[in-house]
């Protein structure tokens, strides 16, 4: 799902942070027992996602949307020593994989893995100022995942919303119902007055938001 010219993808890859062997293992599994493995975040977005968290150095990370955890493993990387990431994943099939996939690593102990519907894990779970957090779930419910975790992301906070281009449809004629309802979240969020916002043309677009 890049919308960047392959070989300009390629200079981008081989000039950033080298991808850790543990998510090297990760891609690799992911791509040869789970359907859809492109939803993986891959090499240059993980270390975005990587390089961000270490900027902000957060206590407290949600993620929505664990898939194989490689994304989650970034996150997990720019965590304060007593820092915790909360992930939600739908489906459970996954768990022994996860399990596998964050022991595997360093920061396996920084994770918290959940399992259901994010509309009702997020509301009652005990954080009240999250640092970061990261969507990249079924699209249809972005906005309202954005809606669930806004009053309790801290002033400052980050939250990051994935494929907000959606391969390039946003910006162009399709209009089916997917496409529409990204360039609405892309619409609301950009009309919001609380936050500052950009998207960044990584892979398949990525929405970061900060609340003021």
């Known amino acids: 799902?890049?919308?960047?010219?392959?070989?300009?993808?390629?200079?981008?890859?081989?000039?950033?942070?080298?991808?850790?062997?543990?998510?090297?293992?990760?891609?690799?599994?992911?791509?040869?027992?789970?359907?859809?493995?492109?939803?993986?975040?891959?090499h240059y977005q993980g270390r975005v996602l990587s390089f961000l968290s270490k900027m902000i150095q957060p206590k407290r990370i949600l993620e929505v949307g664990t898939f194989t955890g490689y994304a989650t493993i970034c996150l997990a990387?720019?965590?304060?020593?007593?820092?915790?990431?909360?992930?939600?994943?739908?489906?459970?099939?996954?768990?022994?994989?996860?399990?596998?996939?964050?022991?595997?690593?360093?920061?396996?102990?920084?994770?918290?893995?959940?399992?259901?519907e994010a509309t009702a894990i997020i509301p009652v779970l005990d954080v009240d100022n999250w640092d970061l957090v990261f969507i990249d779930a079924d699209k249809k419910n972005n906005y309202t995942y954005f809606q669930l975790v806004f009053d309790k992301v801290r002033s400052g906070g980050l939250i990051i919303?994935?494929?907000?281009?959606?391969?390039?449809?946003?910006?162009?004629?399709e209009n089916d119902a997917d496409t529409e309802?990204?360039?609405?979240?892309?619409?609301?969020?950009?009309?919001?007055?609380?936050?500052?916002?950009m998207i960044l043309p990584v892979r398949d677009g990525l929405l970061i938001i900060r609340k003021k």
């Open 161 to 173: 919303i994935d494929n907000v281009l959606w391969k390039g449809k946003v910006y162009g004629e």
């Open 1 to 42: 799902m890049e919308i960047l010219d392959h070989t300009l993808q390629t200079y981008l890859d081989e000039h950033c942070e080298p991808e850790p062997e543990a998510l090297q293992n990760i891609n690799r599994e992911t791509y040869l027992k789970v359907l859809r493995p492109h939803m993986l975040s891959g």
């Open 77 to 116: 990387e720019g965590l304060t020593e007593d820092g915790l990431i909360h992930t939600i994943e739908v489906n459970r099939e996954l768990e022994p994989m996860l399990r596998s996939h964050f022991n595997s690593t360093s920061v396996g102990k920084k994770i918290k893995q959940h399992f259901g």
């Open 181 to 197: 309802n990204i360039r609405k979240l892309n619409d609301q969020v950009s009309a919001d007055s609380r936050v500052e916002k």
